[in-house]
């Protein structure tokens, strides 16, 4: 009996924990991602229409309309499809976070 309180326990603390995560990552999905060769604003990570003008980021990174990205310290890149911007200036590929390309 007691094996089975504490495995209901654990199963239960596991779920509400993966629960609660999942919720965290897709409220914070806030920015830009290129899709199909065209900037797209994302919000709750999900696309919620076209970027049709340029943006600055919290940490001084500039994003263009056409997926040009320039940083603080002059570096410049492009975005290529799945590749997101959040709005903190952290780049994203697929889920992952990235290091910016020098």
Do not use: C, N, W, Y
């Not at 990552?25 to 919620?48: E, F, H, I, N, Y």
């Not at 940083?71 to 975005?79: F, N, R, S, V």
């Amino acid at each position: 009996m007691k094996t089975h309180r504490v495995a209901t326990f654990v199963a239960i603390a596991f779920l509400s924990i993966s629960l609660f995560a999942s919720g965290l990552s897709a409220a914070g999905m806030d920015g830009v991602m290129m899709k199909d060769g065209k900037m797209m604003m994302m919000k709750d990570g999900k696309a919620s229409g076209p970027m049709d003008h340029d943006m600055s980021m919290s940490d001084g990174t500039k994003v263009m309309a056409d997926g040009m990205v320039k940083m603080k310290d002059g570096k410049e890149m492009h975005m290529k499809d799945g590749m997101m911007m959040m709005m903190d200036g952290k780049m994203m590929e697929g889920s992952k976070a990235m290091e910016m390309q020098k």
